[in-house]
């Protein structure tokens, strides 16, 4: 298995991870979204590839503050569901941790819903500490 940075024919598959990790995009949206993540110098998506398959990937990014250090944030972690358990999902959140510590940041954070049962689990045994409960709110614009 290698860890690569994503590449346009990735597309496709990242459209059925998606819908593995609970949304629906469409290929136009995400060909857009990755378009507009190529131009960033301060984000990134890895792929993780066995055999000329894409089987997980990860979209890490900067979180900009004022007043605060910077840290980097780990949006959308998905291993696909036949792969999952072989230590795919820790080798991305590595190639996460490796870019983020390159860019500078000295933390690396993440959310997830408290529902995701597996990624409950998962996260505190490869490492992370739960730093705190959050609310989160949204109004339609
Ligand atoms: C969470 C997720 C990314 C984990 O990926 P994975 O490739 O299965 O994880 P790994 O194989 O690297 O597991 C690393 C460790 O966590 C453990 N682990 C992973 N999933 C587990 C589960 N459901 N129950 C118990 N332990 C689990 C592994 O056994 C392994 O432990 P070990 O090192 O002691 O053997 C994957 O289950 C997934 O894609 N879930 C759906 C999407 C999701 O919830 N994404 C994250 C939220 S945004």
């Known amino acids: 298995m290698i860890i690569r940075p994503w590449k346009a024919e990735d ?6 991870l998606t819908f593995q990790w609970g949304f629906e995009t469409t290929i136009e949206e995400m060909n857009a979204q ?5 131009e960033l110098n301060n984000a990134e998506v890895f792929v993780a590839e066995a055999k000329g398959k894409v089987l997980g990937r990860i979209f890490v990014m900067e979180h900009l ?3 605060s250090s910077p840290f980097s944030e780990v949006h959308g972690l998905v291993v696909d569901i036949n792969f999952r358990k072989q230590g795919i999902g820790k080798a991305l959140i590595e190639a996460a941790k490796e870019w983020s510590k390159a860019k500078g940041f000295a933390k690396m954070r993440l959310r ?3 529902k995701r049962e597996e990624a409950n689990i998962f996260y505190p045994k490869i490492g992370f500490d739960l730093e705190k409960v959050q609310n ?3 109004i339609d614009l």
């Not at 597309?11 to 059925?16: F, K, N, P």
């Not at 990755?34 to 190529?38: E, T, V």
């Open 11 to 16: 597309a496709e598959r990242l459209v059925q």
């Open 34 to 38: 990755l378009r507009r993540i190529g």
């Open 65 to 67: 503050t004022v007043g």
């Open 112 to 114: 997830t819903n408290a």
């Open 136 to 138: 989160v709110y949204q």
